[in-house]
């Protein structure tokens, strides 16, 4: 068996990789690398250079540490480097190999790509890395004070503490290809529709834009309320972040409106929690 055809049936196995169609994989494999780290290697750097890679270990095993202490161990057939993949930050854990261990390594502009065009792929990665945030409780942060620093944010901030604004929307006879033009405009995934009261009639994604537009070959010169999701989820202004963490993992959702006196006034995304969660070393642990 060739070199590639090891690689397509091992990735076809793994999440996030298996929810990827036969042409997408290939894409994958055709660029992935071949890394091998021997026992004690120190992968990943706290506080050094981010990942240039999205992690899938094939044999053996890593370790996640800070100093001497020990938050998770990966191994064969699970991923790391999920949030360095996301956002090209620094690293802010030491990943040590624990064994001899051979990993494919994804580019982190083929990881890129696929978050922008699979909506599966990015839907696994996005809830995987929230819903393990979610299993470190706050009790378990103060057992953990040289750690919990930034990881209390989670816990602490409220809904438009973070929310960006101001809010990109339109109104519901605006063409879908002016609220396309919107999107790309302000480097945003979606657009609140607004009611003539100013209220959220609906709401057009990147997923909508696929699914609805560009799939079902529907003329782009339609109105955006013949294509927009409605009706709108939305908290308010107040709500703990974690909370809304929550409820975006319970809808299986990547956006929520966040209002004031009712108004929509903000958007978090999903992408925007792993990147608020990332500046965790407990949350990057969970990856």
Same mark, same amino acid.
């Given at each position: 068996?060739?070199?590639?055809?090891?690689?397509?049936?091992?990735?076809?196995?793994?999440?996030?990789?298996?929810?990827?169609?036969?042409?997408?994989?290939?894409?994958?494999?055709?660029?992935?690398?071949?890394?091998?780290?021997?026992?004690?290697?120190?992968?990943?750097?706290?506080?050094?250079?981010?990942?240039?890679?999205?992690?899938?270990?094939?044999?053996?095993?890593?370790?996640?540490?800070?100093?001497?202490?020990?938050?998770?161990?990966?191994?064969?057939?699970? !991923?790391?480097?999920?949030?360095?993949?996301?956002?090209?930050?620094?690293?802010?854990?030491?990943?040590?190999? !624990?064994?001899?261990?051979?990993?494919?390594?994804?580019?982190?502009?083929?990881?890129?790509?696929?978050?922008?065009?699979?909506?599966?792929?990015?839907?696994?990665?996005?809830?995987?890395? !929230?819903?393990?945030?979610?299993?470190?409780?706050?009790?378990?942060?103060?057992?953990?004070?040289?750690?919990?620093?930034?990881?209390?944010?989670?816990?602490?901030?409220?809904?438009?503490?973070?929310?960006?604004?101001?809010?990109?929307?339109?109104?519901?006879?605006?063409?879908?290809?002016?609220?396309?033009?919107?999107?790309?405009?302000?480097?945003?995934?979606?657009?609140?529709?607004?009611?003539?009261?100013?209220?959220?009639?609906?709401?057009?994604?990147?997923?909508?834009?696929?699914?609805?537009?560009?799939?079902?070959?529907?003329?782009?010169?339609?109105?955006?309320?013949?294509?927009?999701?409605?009706?709108?989820?939305?908290?308010?202004?107040?709500?703990?972040?974690?909370?809304?963490?929550?409820?975006?993992?319970?809808?299986?959702?990547?956006?929520?409106?966040?209002?004031?006196?009712?108004?929509?006034?903000?958007?978090?995304?999903?992408?925007?929690?792993?990147?608020?969660?990332?500046?965790?070393?407990?949350?990057?642990?969970?990856?």
């Amino acid at each position: 068996m060739s070199a590639q055809a090891v690689a397509t049936a091992f990735l076809s196995q793994v999440p996030p990789f298996r929810y990827l169609d036969e042409e997408a994989l290939a894409r994958v494999v055709a660029r992935a690398e071949i890394h091998f780290f021997p026992k004690g290697t120190r992968i990943l750097q706290r506080d050094g250079p981010p990942a240039r890679y999205l992690y899938v270990v094939e044999k053996g095993g890593v370790k996640k540490a800070v100093g001497d202490v020990t938050l998770e161990v990966v191994g064969e057939g699970e !991923i790391f480097g999920v949030l360095s993949a996301l956002e090209g930050d620094r690293s802010r854990l030491d990943v040590i190999a !624990i064994e001899d261990t051979v990993c494919y390594a994804i580019p982190r502009d083929v990881v890129e790509s696929l978050l922008e065009t699979q909506p599966k792929f990015a839907r696994f990665l996005y809830e995987f890395s !929230i819903r393990r945030y979610l299993d470190w409780s706050l009790e378990e942060l103060e057992r953990a004070p040289a750690l919990a620093g930034s990881g209390r944010l989670i816990f602490t901030a409220r809904a438009g503490e973070v929310a960006h604004r101001p809010l990109v929307t339109c109104r519901p006879e605006t063409t879908i290809q002016e609220a396309a033009q919107l999107m790309t405009h302000h480097r945003v995934s979606s657009v609140v529709v607004l009611n003539p009261d100013g209220l959220a009639a609906g709401i057009l994604t990147d997923w909508d834009l696929r699914e609805r537009v560009v799939a079902a070959g529907r003329d782009i010169r339609q109105p955006v309320a013949k294509v927009m999701t409605s009706p709108v989820i939305s908290v308010d202004s107040d709500t703990p972040v974690y909370e809304v963490v929550a409820e975006m993992v319970r809808r299986g959702i990547h956006h929520m409106v966040v209002t004031e006196a009712g108004r929509p006034a903000g958007m978090i995304t999903g992408h925007d929690l792993v990147l608020l969660q990332g500046t965790s070393a407990l949350f990057v642990a969970r990856d």
